[in-house]
């Protein structure tokens, strides 16, 4: 088991280091190709290259953590802080009533899924950590 957490954290890294290239070399195309985006408000290319930024930054952290067992912690722990807050973030829009509860399954994979998936590498990296 201990042999494939940083390839888990590896693949998780990889595609969202994609997500974040695809939304920085194209964010108009990512606007409309990927379901449910264009129902969250208009499209606005400075904000998609900043969210773009930002998964780059978090997907190296996951790289990085899976090849630097020191660097795990602390780079897994603050990536899956922002990706469970994103995800958070879409349940309370639900809450609110801004969007519908079918929004909920439609996001699971690309939103609530990788926040489980880092939180859990994170959690692991702590018990694993010498300390």
Same mark, same amino acid.
């Given at each position: ?7 888990? %954290? @590896?693949?998780?890294?990889? &595609?969202?280091? @994609?997500? =974040? /290239? ?13 379901? =449910?985006?264009? *129902?969250? +408000? ?9 969210? @773009? ?6 997907? *190296?952290?996951?790289?990085? &953590?899976?090849?630097?067992?020191? *660097? ?6 603050? +990536? %899956? /802080?922002?990706?469970? &807050?994103? %995800? ?8 609110? @009533?801004?969007? &519908? ?16 998936? %880092? ?13």
């Amino acid at each position: 088991m201990s042999k494939a957490i940083p390839v888990l %954290a @590896g693949l998780l890294g990889a &595609g969202l280091i @994609g997500n =974040g /290239i695809f939304m920085l070399a194209s964010p108009e195309t990512w606007y409309f190709a990927v379901p =449910g985006v264009t *129902s969250t +408000g208009p499209f606005n290319q400075h904000f998609l290259r900043d969210i @773009g930024l930002i998964f780059v930054l978090i997907g *190296s952290g996951f790289l990085y &953590g899976a090849a630097r067992p020191g *660097s795990r912690v602390l780079l897994w722990s603050m +990536g %899956a /802080i922002w990706l469970s &807050g994103h %995800a958070l973030f879409h349940v309370w829009e639900v809450a609110v @009533g801004i969007c &519908g509860p079918e929004v909920l399954p439609r996001d699971f994979p690309a939103v609530t899924l990788p926040a489980l998936i %880092a939180s859990a590498l994170s959690v692991w990296s702590l018990r694993h950590a010498d300390h």
